[in-house]
Nanobody, 121 residues
Framework: QVQFVESGGGLVQPGGSLRLSCAASGFTLDYYAIGWFRQAPGKEREGVLCISSSAGTTYYADSVKGRFTISRDNAKNTVYLQMNSLKPEDTAVYYC??????????????WGQGTQVTVSS
């Protein structure tokens, strides 16, 4: 059974940092691109970042360039989202997902339950 479990969210002050984890089970993520997406209250879900099977990075949101990075640890079957210089507009539920392609396609077929990130003073 394919499953993602996101963790690492929480409340952080503007300018702070968080590292989100996306732990996969039921499959080996070595061969697949994994994307991070987010949904803010009252807004549609948007793509944030994606990492391909070859560890190439695709930014879906220009607003996070220079602040967010994505990485993967295949030995731990986990993908990470490092978020620095957080802003209130980064507040959202963050999800990881895949459509089992090796490249970043911008969509996901399998989703985790999400982790809440709140940036507020």
């Amino acid at each position: 059974q394919v499953q993602f479990v996101e963790s690492g969210g929480g409340l952080v002050q503007p300018g702070g940092s968080l590292r989100l984890s996306c732990a996969a089970s039921g499959f080996t993520l070595d061969y697949y691109a994994i994307g991070w997406f987010r949904q803010a209250p009252g807004k549609e879900r948007e793509g944030v970042l994606c990492i391909s099977s070859s560890a190439g990075t695709t930014y879906y949101a220009d607003s996070v360039k220079g602040r967010f990075t994505i990485s993967r640890d295949n030995a731990k079957n986990t993908v990470y989202l490092q978020m620095n210089s957080l802003k209130p507009e980064d507040t959202a539920v963050y999800y990881c997902a895949t459509d089992f392609r090796s490249y970043c396609s911008g969509v996901g077929d399998y989703w985790g339950q999400g982790t809440q990130v709140t940036v507020s003073s």
